[in-house]
């Protein structure tokens, strides 16, 4: 274990010489750079300015003491903190590491403890890195298992994984002007194009069908919304159970009119909400086997007429008031997002129903 003091930057903060030049010299033996302070206020002007892989501090000191010191690196400059102290009657261990200390050496100081104590901490220290990286890769890994799976969903309707693109950015767009939480939109990111994963279950003739829907088909579209919810069933991961949720519910329109169940308002999930309003802007803005691409001041007064109807009139509101930046978001994901030189300039009641 001597290699992580090897590679490692030490400072020793301690008002008395004797213990700063005993510990430097120990530690530089031991292979490390060691950098002493005499204060907190010396110690916290050298670390602002040069990084450090642990800080080893006593309590009690001139000016600014080590628990100060301390507090201002919680705040500042997270770094692991040992912390030293010949007062064992007026600070408890415990105390000490409630505090943000990640150990506790008691003076007079054996150095041979002191070097034992330092590497155990550097070698946790490696050990969460390599922790955070690990679940950093199995996340991406998993993420990637699921656009996966997305795609293969995709790829029955619309033939290309740019739909589900533009969703997460649609979507975190329209949360982040909603001041929902980072950790929410965050997740709508990675949920927000499973919307559709129950279409793998749709025949591609339906799917696919140039033309319009009889009756039979439309019933047959309709039930993505529950075989989706099935797919996406019983899962204990955060992400995939708010897939779920939309999956389910991004059909439902605020007037009740939507489907599989006919909710209205508010209690249709907000998720769903949001995901229902992004995949009519994009499914509008968007060629499709069945259709051409819309004008943008159709999609506009699409949207201003179906405000309160088909879709929350907040998340109206938000589209309308911000119209340009949801085309500009169109068209940088989808270069070839501009209308055909006959596209329709009106939406039929048939249209609007049978929006896949």
Aim: hydrophobic share 40%; aromatic share 6%; charged share 25%.
């Amino acid at each position: 274990m001597e290699m992580l003091l090897t590679t490692s930057r030490i400072l020793v903060v301690d008002d008395d010489p004797a213990t700063r030049l005993l510990l430097r010299r120990t530690l530089e033996k031991q292979g490390a750079q060691c950098l002493t302070a005499s204060s907190g206020e010396e110690a916290l002007s050298i670390i602002r300015s040069t990084p450090m892989d642990l800080v080893l501090t006593d309590i009690h000191m001139p000016g600014m003491g080590g628990l100060t010191f301390l507090k201002h690196l919680n705040e500042e400059i997270p770094v692991d903190v040992v912390v030293m102290t010949g007062d064992i009657k007026g600070f408890r261990y415990d105390t000490i590491i409630q505090k943000g200390a990640v150990d506790f050496l008691v003076k007079p100081l054996e150095m041979t403890e002191v070097v034992l104590r330092l590497q155990r901490v550097l070698r946790e220290r490696c050990l969460m890195h390599e922790l955070e990286m690990a679940h950093a890769t199995i996340k991406h890994s998993y993420l990637d298992t699921v656009r996966r799976l997305v795609v293969a969903a995709e790829h029955k309707d619309e033939g290309t994984g740019d739909h589900i693109v533009r969703m997460g950015d649609y979507c975190v767009l329209l949360a982040g002007m909603m001041d929902l939480p980072d950790a929410f939109i965050e997740l709508l990111r990675y949920a927000s194009p499973m919307h559709d994963i129950g279409k793998i279950g749709i025949p591609d003739a339906i799917l696919s069908k140039p033309g319009r829907l009889t009756d039979k088909e439309f019933n047959v579209i309709k039930t993505h919304t529950t075989i989706g919810a099935k797919i996406l069933a019983n899962s204990s991961s955060e992400v995939i159970r708010l897939g779920q949720s939309i999956a389910l519910s991004h059909h439902e329109r605020w007037d009740g009119s939507g489907y599989p169940k006919g909710i209205t308002g508010e209690a249709i999930p907000l998720a769903g909400r949001i995901v229902c309003a992004a995949d009519v802007f994009d499914t509008l803005t968007s060629r499709r086997p069945y259709k051409s691409i819309y004008p943008p001041h159709v999609v506009f007064e699409f949207f201003e007429k179906r405000r309160g109807e088909h879709f929350d009139p907040d998340i109206t509101d938000l589209i309308l008031g911000n119209f340009d930046h949801f085309l500009a978001l169109s068209h940088l994901n989808h270069p070839d997002a501009l209308p055909d030189d006959d596209s329709p300039f009106r939406l039929s009641e048939r249209d609007i129903a049978e929006m896949r």
